[in-house]
């Protein structure tokens, strides 16, 4: 296999992330995510392994429907208290020069004219080392957050993101034309105002008039990664994403799925590896199998069933209070004889299963096709057969502990990956955009919708000029 495998390291700022109830472990200092040096000690760690970029997760709510309430999210820690994704970047930024960072941020609940001010300013300030994951949110706490009984409809928040996406390429891509800002000391103009336009947007979902209040940044688009399985995230991702993570059950279900993708990116007349395709994965590495295995007995050990009940949601059973021997299939029928229509999800369960069977499968850490445990030469293995037979251009690892995770990938697993020819030994590109597709490639690809936008065109701006030189 020749292609180098691209890692980004899983993150969120909060204690539980999604490896629920680990924070206990005496060496985890998820603990101190509030504090700004643990950021920048993350980030010096990752420049020095080489990775791609830090992916911040994100939620715009709690996770309040297990048992009705929010309580036991709290006590397990399951992704509150959590702290906005964005305001870290440039404490990080600051003590880097190549690493990347994604971050997550949802269309559906804010406007887009501040969001896309916000991207701008981060990816002048990294030097054009942002990439923005883009999700539409679907916890029904969110939508209750923002002023709204109950969640927008899932193909409509998918609505909402394509016009969304519309108008933010309008702002970055032909609100300023590049040479808008001369400096021109002599004649005491700063930027020239005919090469500055508004956009006029006038949508379903938004209005805005513009200009973009931030000058071309050296992406102008910050990079675009995006999640979704269902249908209507599959056509979104393949319209829009540069970056999506995949889902899957199995191998083959992976397999499928990024070809799947690469498809309909060919069909909106993009190339088909103008989309990167991820997935996560989890590593425990040791020097020998047995370090391995023992670091994840231990971890095995602290992972809690509630903090994943909680964050799975929706259940509405507390599995926790039955005897471990119980039959899922006894806890339906007498969920259903009760009148309550709450039941467990078989998505997730097998009703033949038993309460422990059930437990110990949602606890247990070595689940799923992209976990590896043992040696640096057998998790290379395995993640270099994950690529080989998926497609896959890379993962995002996920934290058992930290810093503990990327420390250990960083020391046993990257060198072997490394002598294989499957991970970088330096750092060549100077954007997040290059580090994905190549140097040369800081900017969306002319194939991508967002790049019909340049020089102002296609606003779509009728009886009123297109720049700011006139009376408007």
Known sequence: MSKQIGFN?????????????????????????????????????????LFDAVFLADVIGAYDTYLDSVDTSLRESVQIPT?????????????????GFAATFSTTYEPPFAFARRASTLDHLTKGRFGWNIVTSYLPNAARNFGLAEEIEHDTRYEIADEFLDVVYKLWEGSWDEDAVIQDRVSRVYTDPSKVRYIEHVGEHFAVAGPHLVQ??????????????????????????????????????YRRNVADVRRR?????????????????????????????RKLEQ????????????????????????????????????????????????????SEQTVGEALDRLTRLDRGPFFAVGTPTEVADAIEGWVRDTDLDG??????????????????????????????????ESTLRERLFGKGRSRLPGTHPGARYRGGANLGIEDVPTDLAGAR
């Open 265 to 293: 990116a060919v069909e909106n007349g993009r190339d088909a590896h103008d989309v990167k395709a991820y997935a996560m994965a989890a590593v425990v590495v040791g020097r020998t199998r047995e370090a391995a295995e």
């Open 83 to 99: 702290n906005d994704p964005l305001l870290v970047i440039p404490a990080m930024a600051a003590v880097t020069k190549h690493l």
């Open 9 to 49: 390291l899983f993150e969120m700022n909060c204690v539980g992330h999604i490896s629920h109830g680990l924070w206990v472990h005496p060496e985890n200092t998820r603990h101190r995510f509030n504090e700004i040096e643990f950021w920048t000690e993350e980030a010096k760690l990752l420049e020095e392994g």
């Open 216 to 253: 071309p940044s050296p992406q102008r688009t910050p990079v675009l990664f995006q999640a979704g399985s269902s249908d209507a995230g599959r056509a979104f991702a393949a319209k829009h994403a540069e970056a999506i993570f995949v889902g899957g059950w199995d191998i083959e279900s």
């Open 395 to 428: 993962f995002n690892l996920q934290q058992l502990l930290t810093p503990g995770t990327a420390e250990d990938f960083i020391e046993l697993v990257v060198p072997e990956l490394q002598r294989r020819g499957l991970y970088r030994t330096r750092y060549e």
């Open 299 to 350: 971890l095995n050990a602290l992972s809690r069933a509630e903090g994943y009940l909680a964050h799975l949601g929706g259940i509405g059973v507390d599995l926790a209070s039955y005897p471990r021997s119980t039959k899922l299939s006894e806890i339906v029928a007498k969920e259903r004889s009760a009148g309550r229509d709450k039941s467990v999800r078989s998505r997730f369960f097998d």
